[in-house]
Structure formats: structure tokens, C-alpha cells
């Protein structure tokens, strides 16, 4: 006879069709389909955890970011921010789309070449440009966005040595209203620095100043920080025609727009709080329409635009190990995915919903991931229908951030498929395995025999 599970008796509140704060009960609907593939076809095929992306979504997400400026403005360009998901089939998607590339290393420079984006097409961000990397982008006329009056100087020389006159924008730091300020990358606008070096640039003949380019923060809430921003640099456009005789070609406004995920300790979901790309656009747009620009002479506006664009395409599909009590009292789970996967889980309260029907009886509990280390938490407290093990879940809007900045650590990080427009899954990186990690590694002869003392 089968014995029976025997679990310790406990006296605890647990929660079946009551008010949440906001009046209404949290639902819980189970997520039994992925833009109409079954949860359970995705998991047997390419095992879990696993990470989902939908082209439909991808696509939906940019044309309709690409409508909020392009109805408000005639010259529009969006430039995919590579780190935020450089998966080649992501970037594919996007460069279909139209978008040129941004990159912030030589390593994301050469994979967007590889994906086929013409030089002048790459924008080359980041503070850490090499000589040989510099050198690739003055042959590719790529435009190179200055960080530093190092690299400023580095570039005076490298222009010399190849008698280029390559295309360059600077980076400028402000104030736009936002604390703490960002102002580790770039010139800085106030004290005059960002002035300082667009002189030099000018005054040295060796390069085209040809724009202006500024990424005031990641997940902004407020609107206006653009307006600002926008505005700063207009000034500088300005001052660059009049004083410098030299016109801006564009004016390059970063990232930054937030994703609709909740942002750890907010009290409101971020699906009710984080302003729209149209708000954003708005901003923006009416700023530069009314700096006073001649029609002929308004300035492409680009934006590279990240997370906003991707986040709520990502889902990561995972299952229960176990379930346990806590000496507190508190029911944790133990998931198969942990924050070496879900780095955004340092920063979101990421929604995770089951993936197959439960009953209706839900509890406080805290989520774990696999790893045999204590900062391995996804979800602090989280109200959740109770999970057996075995079961499936869905965690939400995991597609930026998380598929360059995951790490092996314990585990080995799983499979990516992408569901195209038609609902066919097409596999776009593979679960990582033993060889594959250990392929760099080298075993000095002496230590080739396994051999105890
Ligand atoms: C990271 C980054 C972006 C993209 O930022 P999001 O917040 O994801 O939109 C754009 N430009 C630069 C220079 C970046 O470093």
C-alpha cells in the first residue's frame, strides 16, 4: 500500500476569493498557451525551464512605438539596443523592422556586421571602444558616439594615422530632473564640458560632427526628463550652427522607456503607473517642433529604444521542485529557474501565473530558485494558488536583460525558442551542455591523471 504524505499541521491564513487592497480579488487565470502553443508541447520538446519569445509580439511592440513618433514627427529612426537582447534571429527581427544597430562593446559591433547591418547603419555607443575596434568603424563610416575627451583625443590621432574623416556624435550627461543623475558616461551639459568638447571636435578638422546623442536612464517614469533632455540638446544644435557653423544632422535621444513590469516595492502595478511611448513621443517631439528649426533643417530624431520593446515578448516557462514550510511558518517553493537566469528578478516583482488548472485556494508564499546559494530568490512574497510539484509556470515579460546578462552558475542556461507569426517554434539557441562549457577550458599535462595522493 501506497503510504500516505504526511506534512506537519500548521494554522495559517490562506486566502479564497477575498478583496485585495485595491477592492478587487487578484486573478489568477492559468497561462495554459503561449501565443497559441501549449505550455505543456513547449516543456516536453524543449525541456524546462525554457525561455519563450513571440515575433508577434517583437513586432507589434515596434510598429507601434515606431507610429507613436513617426505620426508626430517626419524623421524618424529606431537603432536596436543590442545588449538588451542580442540573440541574432531577436535582432533579425528588428533590423526587418527597419532598425539600424546600437552597439555598446566590439563584440556587439561585429555581431551586428555579422547580421548583415551596413556600417553606417551601426551606431557605436560606450566607453570602451578599442584601437582595432575605432579603426573597423572609420572603414565602415559607422557613427562613432564620443564618451571622453581620452577617446576624443585617441580618435584626433587614429584620423591622422588613416587621413579618415569618420562621422561622430558625443554623449551628453545632464540634469533633467531625475536623482541620481547618470553622469559616469559622456560629457557633462551644465558645466560645459559637452560644449567644450563639440569646439574641439569642430576646431581639430579631422572629423564630421554630424550629432548629438544623450540616454538619460533606464526604466524612466517621468516625461518630462525628455522634454528636458530633448530641449538641452536642441540648445546645442543650435549653438553648434550659429557658433560652430556647423549643422546637426541628428539628434539621437537613447533608451530608457520603461516596460510595463512592476519595479520592486512600487505600490501600483506597473501596467497602471508606466507612462506610454505615446506620452514619451509627445515629449519629445513637441519639444523639438518647437525649438524653432527651419522645416528643411529639423534633425532626424533616432531613439534606441530596448526593453520597451521586447520585455512583455519574453516569457520563462519553468516548474515546481518542491514545496516546504518555512521555521517562520511561511510556505516557500522551490522553482527550477533561479535569479542565474532571472537577473531582472533583482529589480521586478516579475508576474508569474500557473500554467494549469488549480483550485481555489491561494497563499502567501516565498519563490526559490534551484540554486544551493541564499540570494536565490524570485519572488519575495507572492500570492499564488498552492503549486504541486511538477507543475508548470509562466513568469511574464522577462525578454530584456535577461538573455545577455544570464550566467552559468550551478546550472547550465536553457534553450530559446522563438514562435514565429505563423505558430511555428523555431529553436534559436540551444540548452547549453557539459562539452559546450567546457570547451575553453585547458588541462596543464601535469594535472591530466586523476590521481589521489
Ligand atoms: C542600454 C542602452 C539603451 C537601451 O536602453 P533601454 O532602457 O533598454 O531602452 C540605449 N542606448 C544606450 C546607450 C544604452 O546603453
Redesign the pocket.
Known sequence: MKKLKYERPLIKKMNAGLMNKFGTRTEFQPVKAIDGVPVTQLISEYGSPLFVLSERQMRKNYRSAARSFKTRYPKVQF?W?Y??NYLNAVCQIFHQEGSWA?V?SGFEYRKALGNGVAGEHIIF??PDKHRDELILAIENDSLI?IDHFDELYNLIELCDELNKKPRVAI?INMDTGVYPLWDR?GFNYENGQAWNALSKIVGSGRMRLTGL?C?I????LSTNAYAVAAGKLCELAYRCKTLLSTPIQYLDL?????STNTLKGAYLPGVDTVPSVDDFAEAITTTILNFGFKQDELPLLIL??????IDDAGYLLGSVIANKRLSDGRRATVMNFGVNILFTSFWYEHKISPAQDFDQYTEDMVLYGPLCMNIDVVRESINLPLLNPGDHVVVHKVG??NMTQWMQFISMRPSVVLIDEQQNIHEIRQAEKLEYMEQLEQMPAHLQQYKLA
Open positions: 537603432a539596443s545588449k538588451t546600437e555598446v555607443n560606450g558616439h554623449r558616461f546623442h540616454h536612464g533606464t526604466f524612466m537613447g533608451g530608457g522607456f520603461p534606441e529604444s530596448g526593453r520597451v520593446l530584456a536583460y
